[in-house]
């Protein structure tokens, strides 16, 4: 959950968001050092009165121009790249959800059971009980199974949408009339909060994502109560 003037990520909720901040971490490194490096050659060239003709025109220093910002893209390529593939890996997922957006809220469809599917807005801040977040709460919770993998296949049935959820490391667009995968797996029980990361119309704001995850005895718990209610 993110705070008032935060200024790093939130805290890591599955594993492909911890290799994100991890990488991030690597590449900010990377940008204070040649930032600290331009700047103290500015500073230099603006202080000293001294001229190095070696430097004017030396064939060295061209090659180590050249190539050393081509190791220093290799650098950050290759994590890239790394995760990028891992994020698109779906292994065995345990439960596939499908999460269609409308505007301007959603509707989440549980495909591993007949008839467990339900609408999710947001709840009035009229409404709102202490401990819960204005336009961030909303009435049905998308529940999941922690430390299982889960597969949400994301799809909207008017315009543009896009579910995201940054603890998790998830962001896909909502498409009508195209269905787009992506997968994750809570490290630990929670609530992760996100909200509809493509501008979709007069209400874009108020269309919030909640996924709740929970042991495995809970969850079946929770989808048999559902069940017996629909």
Not at 119 to 130: A, G, N
Not at 175 to 182: D, F, H, M
Request: net charge negative.
């Amino acid at each position: 959950m993110a705070h008032p003037a935060q200024l790093g990520f939130q805290d890591a909720a599955s594993p492909v968001m911890e290799e994100l901040l991890h990488f991030h971490d690597h590449a900010l490194m990377i940008v204070f050092l040649i930032s600290t490096l331009v700047l103290y050659i500015i500073v230099a060239m603006v202080s000293t009165k001294l001229t190095n003709m070696n430097i004017l025109d030396s064939q060295e220093i061209e090659i180590i121009w050249t190539i050393l910002p081509a190791i220093i893209l290799i650098l950050i390529a290759l994590p890239s790249l790394r995760i990028l593939y891992l994020m698109d890996e779906i292994n065995n997922p345990h439960l596939t959800v499908k999460a269609i957006g409308h505007q301007w809220y959603w509707s989440y469809e549980y495909t591993d059971y007949k008839e467990l599917a339900f609408d999710s807005y947001m709840v009035p801040t009229q409404d709102l009980t202490p401990g819960q977040f204005r336009l961030l709460e909303v009435d049905h919770r998308m529940v999941v199974p922690s430390e299982a993998p889960v597969r949400v296949l994301v799809t909207a049935e008017d315009v543009l949408h896009s579910w995201a959820v940054p603890a998790l490391g998830v962001k896909m667009d909502a498409v009508p009339g195209r269905l787009n995968q992506t997968a994750f797996i809570a490290s630990r029980p929670g609530v992760f909060y996100g909200q509809c990361s493509e501008i979709c119309g007069a209400n874009h704001s108020f269309m919030p994502i909640v996924v709740e995850a929970v042991p495995l005895k809970h969850f079946q718990d929770w989808s048999t109560l559902m069940l017996e209610d629909a």
